[in-house]
């Protein structure tokens, strides 16, 4: 009896959801009865996704090497589902915000503690041979990475810091953009010339940031928090989660490419490029960056030691291949 009071209860508030949208329960049930269950391989579409990994050799540890790389874009495409709900957020809810950033800050972790994958996990031999076939494909053309920068800091902060000082939020979006720091990673900087890394990446998603940019313009992560009251703004856990999320964006995460770099490419006799042309050795290192979302967070010597670590893992690369 119990049960069937309550599931004419459940009846009565479908049917009122639907009339609110014009719709018809009856055709929905009819619809429900029709229906087959739902499975989990179909619900995720599993047999799509274990179908995406797609190698251009025959070395086995390329399908290693693309699967990581679409781990980490499912990962970014996490951090960015956070992201768009803490720039979208006006109600200055401080448990809100702290919470996206908790779970920003979880997704990096995760990628940042197994990308041990990337620095033990492959034959240095296999991939120095597969990865002359993936040219000038590079992981620097992830644009969901540079759309992670873009929600989390206004666009002066993402100028090169050779640059910095001559723009501000007064500067046009495509005049900012032009100068960002990741550019002069994939620039010859004897002749100025871009690579083709760099030219593929621009011309497919080029508009599409400049868009972003201009959307989250005064309504960036670091905007928002900006806008917060004075009491909000000193809130000691927002600001530890914050910092956090610099850290791991700019500096730990950096830092574990950096020490795959000097795992693969590194050799005893100079280095070899990474794939695509990108400059690692001048890209990578923090400090030769200092990228900083969240700068009023810092005291200026915290900002002038920004990334320090690299210099540790230069005398001892060892130190940064997680165990």
């Given amino acids: 009896m119990e049960n069937k009071e309550q599931i004419e209860s459940q009846i009565l508030k ?34 799509t996704l274990l179908s995406l990994q797609v190698p ?10 693309i699967m990581y790389h679409q781990i980490t874009e499912l990962y970014f495409k996490l951090i960015l589902h956070e992201q768009k709900q803490f720039v979208d957020h006006k109600a200055q809810d401080i448990d809100f915000l702290i919470e996206k950033a908790r779970r920003i800050n979880s997704y ?31 992981g620097f053309q992830s644009v969901q990475y540079r759309m992670i920068e873009v929600y989390a800091t206004p666009l002066e902060n993402l100028v090169h810091h050779s640059e910095r000082q001559e723009f501000s ?40 940031l400049v868009r972003i940019a201009k959307q989250v313009k005064n309504s960036t992560i670091y905007s ?5 009251s004075e009491k909000k703004k000193n809130n000691k856990e927002l600001i530890s989660a914050l910092k956090k999320l610099d850290i791991n964006a700019n500096i730990n995460w950096p830092l574990v490419h950096l020490g795959s770099a000097h795992r693969y490419l590194g050799k005893e006799k100079g280095q070899l490029d990474a794939s695509g042309g990108t400059n690692w050795k001048k890209y ?25 670590q690299w210099v540790d893992h230069m005398f001892n690369p060892e130190k940064l291949k997680i165990e």
């Fill in 108 to 138: 990096f972790e995760a990628l940042i503690s197994s990308f041990s994958i990337m620095i033990k996990g492959m034959e240095r031999e296999q991939f120095l041979k597969y990865r002359m076939a993936l040219l000038p494909a590079s």
């Fill in 56 to 65: 251009r050799t025959y070395f086995p540890d390329e399908e290693i090497f």
């Fill in 284 to 308: 990578l290192p923090p400090s030769f960056q200092k990228i900083v979302f969240f700068p009023e967070l810092y005291t200026k010597e915290e900002l002038n030691d920004w990334g320090k």
């Fill in 169 to 208: 939020s007064k500067d046009a979006i495509e005049e900012l953009y032009e100068r960002i720091y990741w550019k002069k990673g994939a620039t010859d900087i004897a002749t100025g010339e871009k690579t083709l890394t760099l030219k593929q990446f621009e011309y497919r998603y080029t508009p599409r």
């Fill in 224 to 228: 928002r928090y900006l806008a917060l």
């Fill in 14 to 47: 479908l049917e009122e959801k639907y009339k609110d949208s014009g719709q018809n329960l009856s055709s929905y049930l009819d619809g429900l009865l029709y229906q087959r269950y739902l499975t989990y391989w179909d619900y995720i579409h599993l047999d």
